[in-house]
């Protein structure tokens, strides 16, 4: 038996699809968590083995599709390739999801109605009497919460018997099915209260007092991030790794290591990777902060905000989300950004790079303690200026009436505290992809570039840097990066490693050079910092987004702009510093 789950966004599919099946699809309270059909056998307790299950990205009607995650859902459904439709409507918005459900019924295919989130019902006080809803449809009706387990075995136990058509009474025009939806409820349908949720958007929501604590709240995660507490923790953790660095290389040449094996292990190991790692507690507290907004309901809220302020820009309010989350990782960004209107998915994957994601911050908090503690302000024109020179072109050349014409809405849940197991489990995937780059990426960038300092381009051992292979590499480079003020072959070499990853940048400059503001001048250091923000993302940003390009034209088009657009950016900055300076 080929089985199907599907409903609106948001609505508690995913959270079911790996209960039922033991997966672990990505969970999120935002639209957009699935974009693409996800398909796995169930799991040996449901009694359903041979049978498998799809998750199809969520879709609020089949007669108005906007992207092309709600066309694939909406072409499987028509495709009637499933012996059954699971239809899931989450309980406490059941008469806005209820319409929807009457339009999957009307395919005229076996199904089961799925009140997800029965638990979240009752603590608002609301019920529901399946009884009467499932002889008025003619379908089985099953409430389950699948984050509590309940009512799961009653849902194996109707799966296993397959389910009915529903009655096609229940079809027709939009406004009809809204109707039918309406007076079916009122026989036995009592809405949750969330009176603590209404009470809380009158404030979060206010077109002034809410815009302002969300400028509030975005600045204080990214300073506190960044230049907070955190980075007192994270100025310890370099001297610990400085300190084990030395003790290593003593231990390793006590043992008979050769000099320049124990430099290049020692130095990859506790002064590439230890000079990421020292930064971990920022990035911690970042992907914390993202997790928690993502998974209290506050995410969508933040759309719904920006929804005038990006229509500017020819952009919509669903653009927040992908934006929000660049700020962990752009490859969550990319994904997200595949569930826009198709009008506004370029425009989006433009932005995504400029957001200053987990990697790009410890770089920026390393010039900002080293060149520009005393100039905060050239520090954040540096930081701000790819932003801002993209924003300006959207806002001179985008066609605005076309984002007009997109209808905007969310499913928005109500505020809740993420669940200790969801949210942890969230913030370990973040920062186990974070470790698997540092053990892998970052370690062999760090190796490469030692070795380019050990030996000569004759593979023999170098007496003096200037005899190494990096600094040829280097000086080939700089004839690349000297408009930018880079004229040094380690800095040109460091510069290149954010090919591999931004923690490689860091990790470079921290092989080179013990002291930043002595390093580089305050010109260089800005058009640094400024092409490292802006340049094209690492590999698994760029990988992510050729998943939702799949157009060879588009996805090297976009390395071209990107790259050009960051050299031509960091130019600017160094002409402009050279003038204050």
Known sequence: MRAVLVGAPNCGKSALFNRLTGAHAPVGNRPGVTTQG???SFCAETGLLGSTLTDLPGLYSLESVRTNEEQ???????????????????????????PFCFEIGALGLPMLLVLSRADALRRGGGSVLREKLARALGCPVLAVSALK???MEALCAAIR?????MRPSFGGTA????????????????PPENGISRCMDKILLHPFFGTVFFLLLLFFVLYFSAFGPTAVLSGRLQTVFSALRDKAYAALLAHGCAAPAARIACGAFFGGVGAVAAFLPQTVFLFAAVTFFEQSGYLCRAAVLCESILKRFGLGGRCAVPLLLGL??????YGAADTLPAAQQGRAKRLIPLIPCSAKMPLAALFFSGVFRSRPMLFFIACSAGFCGMLLYFLLFSKREKTRAQPFFFEVPP???????????????????????????VFLTSVLLYLLIELTPHFTLARTPRESLLYVFGNFACALFFPLGICEAWQSAALLCGV????????????????????????AAGAFLCFSLNAPPCPAALAALWRVTKQKRDFFGFLLFRTLYAYALACGVRLLFARIA
Not at 161 to 165: D, K, R, V
Not at 175 to 190: C, K, N, S, T
Not at 328 to 333: L, R, T, W
């Open 38 to 40: 996800t398909e796995a």
């Open 72 to 98: 694939t859902a909406a072409n499987a459904l028509r495709s009637g390739s499933f012996d059954l439709i699971v239809c899931v409507a989450d309980a406490a918005a059941l008469p806005r999801q209820l």
């Open 149 to 151: 387990n309940e009512g």
């Open 161 to 165: 018997a397959g389910g009915n058509p």
């Open 175 to 190: 406004r009809q099915r809204f109707a039918r939806a309406d007076a079916l409820l009122a026989l036995g349908y009592v």
């Open 328 to 333: 962990g990782c752009s490859v969550a960004a």
């Open 415 to 441: 505020y809740h505290m993420p669940r200790p197991r969801e949210f942890f489990a969230k913030l370990w995937q973040r920062l186990r992809e974070l470790i698997f780059r540092l053990l892998t990426i």
């Open 500 to 523: 591999f990853s931004k923690e490689s940048v860091l990790a470079a400059l921290s092989l080179f050079c013990a002291d930043t503001s002595a390093a580089f001048s305050l010109p």
